[in-house]
């Protein structure tokens, strides 16, 4: 289960960032083996740039010097964004490209923003150590995934990756992870990746 | 002969192996018009890969590709039945594949009684969901349970592994309607069988018609 987020290390603005409408069916598929969420191919698409820019716009007008509960967790750092309807949402910044277990103690929605993700999915913990997946699918920009609870599965996301996570609630999963006091120059890689992003589509 | 002659899968011991080769193959061949075409095209002479161009009560598909050690198949899937996408399933082979129109989402389900044998809906759990668009491919081994909820006209190229199993599983309770099931010349209906030539000439059309081939 999601730990609650530590108390007091997390201010943010006003200003939610928003998520296309199909995250929020993903986050609510059930476990029935008929319920499939509904998500037409016109709406895969096209959320990119928007998203983008809203991610430019709340870093930028982000005050500096405000705490930002920033953690370290599965090579990657996590920054806390602001969310409109009590979900969790991270923005993650991989530190290493490296394959990591990633073990999914809550659904989780992750939408590719720039560079790519390499994911596998194994039967059980065995087949994690031994290498030996059931599932494998690189995620480049503007592609999205949903993993659900009991998942074993591993990532690697290279270093020129930027992905937004979304949760059902606020939280995060509470393993390996560990505070980043001092996220300044994560904020400014970020935001040039998010910039190079806009450049390209103009 | 074409580049495809020197393509090995047989050997492969993981899905991560496989993954690799079947990845180029498939960027590859999406790439290549002019054989993805030659492939399409040549199948009515070729009278083992009109045999293995089916209609099943899921989809129809062509046979483009026998490895002549068997150890792999190259297959177009085209005109998915809409209504009867749900039901989960597992293969009897890991197979990757690559979008070319279309798109789907794309339920991976991971088992809860066990990798082998049957399985019902409670056996089964989402486990990785994901939107599928032209460009996109991925691979799947034999032990995992998933569904594919086409949209109408989505065309794929797929890559059939080795054979790892002598049968594959379904949820019955989610099985399409037995008159859904595809049936030919008056005969009874069955889960799969071979396509007739007139059916292969308008699968072709239907891929010219999307500017697929040429």
Known sequence: MPSTPPSGTIQLTDKAVPLPDFVRRLLGQTRAPDDIPRIAQEEAADWLLPLTEALLSWLRERESDAPCGVFLGHHCAHIPLPSADGKGLFLRVPLRSTWTAWPIDTTTVVLVVAGEVDVEVYPNQEDLRMGHPQYARSFGPEEVFATHVGTVCALRSRSTSLQVLATPRPGRDSTGIRPLPNASALYEQAERSLERILDGAR | ?214
């Not at chain 2, 993981?14 to 690799?20: G, I, N, S, Y």
Request: charged residues 25%; neutral net charge.
């Open chain 2, 1 to 214: 002969m074409s580049w495809l002659d020197k393509v090995h899968l047989r050997d492969c011991s993981t899905l991560r192996e496989m993954q690799h080769i079947s990845r180029s193959v498939l960027d590859r061949l999406a790439g290549d018009r002019g054989l993805l075409s030659q492939l399409v095209n040549e199948i009515p002479d070729d009278p083992k890969r009109l045999a293995k161009s089916r209609v099943t009560l899921l989809l129809n598909r062509l046979s483009l590709f026998q490895a002549a050690d068997d150890g792999f198949e190259i297959r177009m899937n085209l005109n998915p039945r809409v209504d009867n996408q749900l039901v989960p399933h597992d293969h009897c082979y890991p197979f990757a594949t690559r979008i070319l129109y279309g798109g789907y989402v794309h339920v991976v389900r991971r088992r809860t009684n066990g990798w082998t044998g049957e399985f019902s809906g409670e056996d089964i759990e989402p486990a990785m969901v994901t939107i599928e668009r032209p460009g996109s491919a991925y691979t799947l081994g034999h032990v995992m349970v998933h569904q594919a909820i086409m949209q109408p006209d989505t065309v794929t190229l797929f890559i059939r592994g080795p054979r790892r199993k002598t049968t594959s599983h379904a949820v019955t309770e989610l099985m399409p309607p037995k008159e859904s099931w595809p049936a030919a010349g008056g005969g009874p209906a069955s889960e799969s069988r071979s396509a007739t030539l007139t059916e292969y000439q308008d699968m072709r059309r239907y891929l010219l018609e999307r500017s697929l081939i040429d």
